[in-house]
């Protein structure tokens, strides 16, 4: 490789906070590949549309408001900035609740054909949240077969997509006042399709030209998404591979075997992934593997398929978004499953460079270079087999392999039920001991911290600090999607990281027995965080509603429109919102203020776009304090707490994540969803069947380079 100059080594150390993504991006340099890290250095982003000033909309544009008169120019049919921003951004959400949503739907298809008994290899495997989704969908349960309440609970979530007159069942999830100001406002979302279609419509040239009513009807269609589409997806995927509880796993790129058949899943959806979950752990596919020469098959994720798979079967995570690429670039990857959403098209020729096969599954997302095995629910163990059994066959293929030796421990499987049993038990789950220590301030407040990696950021950095900077101040942290990713890479996700919590968040989460950063799952479990949000408010102590909390929701490096639809339905649901990376209406002050004032002034919630990291957390604290304030809570005084604190923590996480290593290696059943642990006696293991031991220095080690 050429020699660095100073200002080479700065550049690249600008591109991301993980060694393990800088040493890949050399070595892409060192094979002359490019990668979406160096492809951002040529194609700079167009401020025009960046900044939301750009209409193309009809055929007698594009239209371009730009110069420093820009906000007092009009397109050619005369619509103003604030029409186009807010235009823009409504589209933007569409396009967010529609890849969430078209993701529950599929979620719902299959456990119909579940139900019907038309697909093979999968079951309700958690009955007793079956019965608590029934009973929210208004589904009779007692005396009734498992499948034929499932058939139910199918086909009244599938109704939720397209009917005709009522509202979406689940916004009567929310708090009393949150529906009642949704009604007044005529806000409550419909059905998830219509209020897609219906800002579509809206956004056609020529119909909603009214910046503040565009935007109010992207509040309703985000409210299709969280508490609708999201919310299905994430419940129904529960009923079918199991609510998560707490399990340990490791992530970053040194989770690849350089001995073993490496297959990655990518991308959005649990059920292929659980296939081949099942697949990779088949003894006879086991042994064709060692047939053909290698130690065994190991199965990672990438993106939000991750996600759902680490946190059902403690499957190992490779990355985040900003890692597929990398991940290829290992020359190790046998095989990269993907499905839907978030998958770079650069995947197809990079995969062609190396041995690696790309699979697509879905009849939504074909690549071209890409092989195309079709998921269908009906035969998904003979697909998942298929697929376990290309990558063997690839295995003999592979050339020479860089695997970076980067790997870190993680806790994660925090679901709203776990919290619940966390804080009291089978029978007397609550929220009371997290409300009554915001109460008390030995926690200042609540942070979810969520989202992508986008190349325009240094990757990770943003979340990273973002974590840091709160758990120091005694704020507690969920994390979801790729920011929990990011976390987990930086370690902020390992019960050791409870050192660095500020003393009052760390006595109560030793008295709890939970870490201070909790990974609630993907970005459609971000509907959990709602839930959570619904009961700390309900709760009693801290207001009536979701406004009412110290609490701020953050998505530093945003990407995608489906981060948007999820900023804009918390703010919808009474919470503070920040973004970083850019405003996509940052040309239209009139749209900018109608999403800051004009929103929290009508739902209490808003949302705020802040690039730069020390403003972004100067102003989550500024939020928190005052909604503490307005609670007339004690101010937060870190000086006050810290003392009663022991490892009372660590001792029970730690013996209840070995109790069930113990048990899976005994063959326990793993696959499932034991959200009650201790009532079911279940267990999960670590995607491998095996133990990890954690070395001294808290790091597992393995992988590495050959
Ligand atoms: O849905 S966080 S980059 S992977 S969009 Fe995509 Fe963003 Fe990652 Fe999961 Ni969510
Ligand atoms: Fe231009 Fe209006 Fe057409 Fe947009 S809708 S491209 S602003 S003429």
């Given at each position: ?65 730009v ?115 949704w ?37 309703r ?12 997806s ?51 596919l ?26 059902r ?84 293929n ?14 994660a ?50 979340i ?10 005694d ?93 804009t ?21 009139e ?49 006050q ?31 499932g ?21 954690h ?12």
């Open positions: 490789m050429d020699e660095k100059t100073n200002d080479d080594v700065k550049q690249v150390a600008a591109k991301s906070i993980d060694p393990a993504a800088l040493e890949m991006l050399a070595h892409a340099e060192g094979c002359g590949l490019e990668t979406a890290f160096s492809r951002a250095d040529t194609m700079k982003p167009c401020p025009i549309g960046e900044s939301g000033a750009c209409c193309r909309i009809c055929s007698m544009g594009p239209c371009r408001l110069g420093k008169d820009a906000e007092e120019k009009t397109g050619i049919c005369g619509a103003d900035m604030g029409t186009i921003a807010s235009r823009h951004f409504a589209r933007q959400v569409a396009g967010g609740v529609a890849a969430h949503s078209d993701h529950g739907r599929d979620m719902a298809m299959t456990l119909r054909a579940v139900a019907t008994g038309e697909a093979a290899g999968y079951k309700v495997k958690d009955e007793q949240k079956l019965h608590t989704v029934a009973g929210y969908l208004g589904i009779p349960t007692s005396g009734r077969e498992v499948n034929e309440i499932a058939l139910d609970v199918a086909d009244v979530a599938l109704a939720q997509f397209g009917q005709s007159h009522g509202d979406i069942v689940y916004t009567k999830r929310a708090t009393p006042k949150r529906q009642a100001k009604r007044e406002l005529g806000i409550t979302p419909r059905a998830i399709d219509r209020e897609v279609v219906e800002v579509m419509h809206r956004t056609h040239e020529g119909v909603d030209l009214d910046a503040e009513n565009i935007l109010k009807s992207a509040l269609c985000s409210l299709a998404d969280g508490w609708g589409g999201a919310m299905l994430t419940d129904i995927s529960d009923i079918l591979f199991g609510t998560p509880s707490p399990l340990s796993s490791e992530v970053n790129l040194g989770v690849l075997k350089a001995d073993q058949v490496n297959v990655i899943v990518h991308g959005h959806e649990p059920t292929l992934s659980a296939m081949l979950v099942e697949a990779s752990r088949d003894p006879e086991i042994a064709e593997a060692k047939a053909a020469g290698a130690e065994g098959i190991n199965l990672a994720g990438i993106c939000c398929t991750s996600n759902e798979i680490l946190m079967y403690g499957i190992p995570a490779a990355g985040n978004f900003l890692h597929q690429e990398l991940a290829v670039l290992t020359g190790a990857v046998e095989v990269m499953v993907v499905d839907v959403q978030c998958i770079m098209q650069a995947l197809g020729p990079l995969s062609q460079r190396f041995h690696t096969k790309l699979v697509t599954t879905s009849p939504k997302a074909k690549i071209p270079g890409a092989t195309h095995i079709e998921f269908d629910e009906h035969r998904a163990p003979e697909t998942a087999h298929e697929i376990v059994r290309l990558a063997i066959a690839n295995y003999a592979r050339g020479p392999i860089h695997i970076p030796d980067y790997h870190e421990p993680l806790v499987g925090f679901s709203h039920e776990y919290l619940n049993y966390m804080q009291g038990g089978f029978h007397r789950g609550s929220f009371r001991p997290l409300n009554d220590a915001i109460i008390a301030g030995r926690i200042r407040g609540l942070a979810g911290v969520v989202g992508c990696n986008n190349v325009r950021v240094t990757q990770d950095e943003g990273v600090e973002m974590i840091k900077r709160f758990i120091a101040d704020v507690m942290v969920v994390v979801t999607g790729c920011a929990a990713n990011a976390g987990a890479k930086a370690g902020y996700l390992s019960p050791e990281i409870l050192d660095h919590a500020g003393p009052g968040l760390r006595e109560v989460m030793e008295a709890i027995g939970i870490p201070p950063v909790l990974h609630l799952g993907s970005c459609v479990d971000n509907s959990r965080i709602l839930t959570v949000l619904t009961q700390v408010a309900t709760e009693g102590g801290l207001g009536e509603d979701i406004d009412d909390l110290p609490a701020v929701g953050l998505c530093p490096e945003w990407m995608c429109e489906k981060a948007i639809a999820i900023g339905y918390f703010a919808a649901s009474g919470a503070h919102v920040i973004f970083g990376v850019s405003s996509p209406v940052k040309a239209s002050t749209a900018t203020r109608l999403m800051t004032e004009g929103w929290e002034e009508m739902v209490g919630g808003d949302l705020e776009f802040i690039p730069d990291w020390d403003a972004m957390y100067a102003r989550s604290l500024e939020l928190i304090d005052a909604k503490r304030a307005a609670l007339k809570l004690p101010q937060y005084d870190p000086s707490y810290g003392d009663s604190g022991d490892s009372l923590f660590f001792a029970e996480i730690k013996k209840y994540l070995a109790d069930r290593a113990e048990e899976a290696e005994r063959g326990v059943e793993t696959v969803s034991p959200v009650y642990p201790l009532a079911e006696g279940h267990s999960h293991d670590h995607g491998d069947g095996q133990a990890h031991s070395g001294p220095d808290g790091h597992t080690h393995g992988g590495g380079e050959a």
